[in-house]
């Protein structure tokens, strides 16, 4: 639960923060007409990001079991890749993000309806997707019980909140502190995520040193597993070469100006 619950904090708070610039402006600009589009937008993106996640599922239903593997080990490492460069691209754009977007709406002010929607959607829709992806790589990792969806819309419903509060003015949040902090806890997912790809791909034999494994203890669904595998990607079984890249992976981007 602990997992998917900081994925969709932090990404629906980034999601909550954008429309909420949206809308700041256009409050400001007096264009409360405008609001209309904004909302459009908004709900067409989230429409997708869910279309997106149900297509994800479906297909890998329909899979053979050595096609779900390659299908779960290709996303896991697609998921990886996006909210990695997410994170950085995030740090390093986040204090001149209100200004691009409020550019963009200005400019879409002049051009009606249609433009204000679609600034909207592409502004959020980026958002969903990346959520609904790497949503759909977690949830393949540590989809034991219920749990995981518990923490999703416990995650959902904080971020939704925390934006509404945060445009009304009623909390201060120090937004460029908490995406440091919540982009370390996502690196570490992401690790995680990275790892069971990899055993995906070392289950088919595309990858070799299966057998080679670092430690073996536990069961499948004991608490200790359960714990380590929800929260850092740790199972029960690990072989060299995941927990090799694992630590690569943590070293080479914790050490990176965070």
Avoid: C
Wanted: aromatic share 10%; net charge positive; charged share 15%.
């Amino acid at each position: 639960m602990l997992s998917t619950l900081l994925i969709a904090l932090r990404e629906g708070l980034e999601a909550s923060l954008i429309v909420g610039i949206l809308i700041a402006y256009l409050v400001r600009a007096g264009r409360r007409e405008a609001l209309r589009a904004i909302w459009v937008g908004v709900a067409v993106a989230a429409l997708m990001a869910l279309g997106f996640g149900a297509l994800l599922s479906f297909t890998s239903a329909q899979l053979s079991t050595r096609g779900e593997e390659l299908f779960a080990g290709i996303t896991s490492i697609l998921a990886v890749a996006l909210v990695t460069w997410m994170v950085f691209w995030m740090k390093r754009t986040a204090r001149g993000i209100a200004r691009q977007l409020q550019g963009k709406v200005e400019s879409a002010l002049g051009m009606g309806s249609f433009a204000l929607a679609l600034v909207a959607f592409l502004s959020v829709g980026r958002e969903g997707l990346e959520t609904s992806l790497f949503l759909y790589a977690n949830f393949k990792t540590v989809s034991y019980n219920t749990a995981p969806l518990l923490g999703l819309i416990l995650g959902l419903v904080a971020a939704i909140a925390l934006g509404v509060l945060i445009y009304k003015r009623s909390v201060k949040l120090n937004i460029a502190k908490f995406f440091r902090v919540t982009g370390v806890a996502l690196i570490v997912v992401a690790g995680g995520v990275l790892i069971h790809g990899i055993g995906e791909f070392q289950n088919r034999g595309d990858i070799g040193g299966l057998t080679s494994t670092i430690w073996k203890f536990g069961g499948d669904h004991s608490i200790i597993v359960t714990i380590l595998d929800g929260t850092f990607g740790i199972s029960n079984v690990m072989t060299w070469l995941q927990i090799t890249v694992y630590v690569l992976y943590l070293s080479l981007l914790l050490s990176w100006d965070f």
